[in-house]
């Protein structure tokens, strides 16, 4: 790495290139749309490089970069909810893996089922919502641990301890849920 206040450009490409696809995949677990997944992993890399080499003195520019995104996901999760923004069914999402159409109920509920999802990993504390967006992202606990600061032996204890807890939010929601759905059928029949 360069000793500078400032990025050699073949450095901060080279560190792009390699960190990009992974962080980016990892954006867009949390957010519905590519596109918002791209402009948040863009602003992850415009903070690395106004920051300079030095964020990447100690060799953990992948840690530094995961931390950066889940929490700059998590905000703009956050942020959705609180304007109100509704999931918004894209053209490519009503034809499946193996080219056959799928049913649109179906896929209705599943973006329902995802929107729940991403309600209840944003009522989480910052930590254990990125400790489960890093997990689910396919990271394995020593690189979760290298991601997040953390001690490898304290990530199993804090990714059980996140899992109970959204658990524990996703069934209070299902219950919620399903003692409205009542409430509503009744108006509905009037």
Request: aromatic content about 6%; some cysteine.
């Amino acid at each position: 790495m360069s000793m500078s206040d400032r990025w050699i450009d073949a450095e901060f490409e080279t560190i792009f290139r390699e960190h990009y696809p992974r962080i980016v995949r990892v954006v867009r677990r949390v957010l519905q749309r590519d596109s918002e997944a791209e402009e948040v992993c863009a602003d992850v890399f415009l903070r690395l490089y106004s920051k300079g080499p030095g964020v990447a003195a100690g060799g953990q520019i992948g840690g530094w970069l995961y931390r950066t995104a889940t929490r700059a996901s998590i905000d703009a999760l956050r942020a959705n909810r609180r304007r109100g923004l509704e999931e918004e069914l894209e053209v490519n999402e009503f034809v499946a893996v193996d080219g056959h159409a799928k049913s649109p109920l179906a896929d209705l509920m599943r973006q329902e089922h995802i929107a729940e999802i991403r309600g209840v990993l944003a009522k989480l504390k910052l930590e254990k919502a990125q400790l489960l967006l890093l997990r689910h992202s396919g990271l394995s606990y020593r690189e979760i641990a290298e991601a997040m600061q953390l001690s490898f032996n304290s990530i199993g204890t804090r990714l059980a301890r996140a899992e109970a807890e959204f658990s524990a939010l996703y069934e209070r929601q299902q219950r919620r849920s399903l003692k409205r759905q009542p409430l509503q059928t009744a108006k509905e029949g009037q």
